[in-house]
Nanobody, 117 residues
Framework: EVQLVESGGGLVHSGGSLRLSCAAS????????MSWVRQAPGKGLEWVST????????TYIDSVKGRFTVSRDDAKNTLYLQMNRLKPEDTAVYYC??????????GGQGTQVTVSS
């Protein structure tokens, strides 16, 4: 059974930082590109970032470039998202997903990130 369990969200002030984690199981994690996507209140899913298998490359939506860093630990089957200089517009439920910006499957219940101004 494929499982993706996100954690690390919370309430922070604008300019603060959070580190999200996603524990994966039930599939060959190290062989797949992995992504973070988010859903802000009243809006649809938005792709945020992708890291390739083997961590050979990363991509980001323009609005988070220079502030967010995606990484992975294949030994622990875990995906991370370090979020710095958070802004109120980053407020959303964050999900990890199998795949890339060209096609992904999200799983889990997500983790809520709330940034106060």
């Amino acid at each position: 059974e494929v499982q993706l369990v996100e954690s690390g969200g919370g309430l922070v002030h604008s300019g603060g930082s959070l580190r999200l984690s996603c524990a994966a199981s039930g599939f060959p994690f190290s062989a797949l590109a992995m992504s973070w996507v988010r859903q802000a209140p009243g809006k649809g899913l938005e792709w945020v970032s992708t890291i390739t298998s083997g961590a050979t490359g990363t991509t980001y939506i323009d609005s988070v470039k220079g502030r967010f860093t995606v990484s992975r630990d294949d030994a622990k089957n875990t995906l991370y998202l370090q979020m710095n200089r958070l802004k109120p517009e980053d407020t959303a439920v964050y999900y990890c997903a199998k795949g890339s910006m060209y096609g992904y499957t999200r799983g889990g219940q997500g983790t809520q990130v709330t940034v106060s101004s």
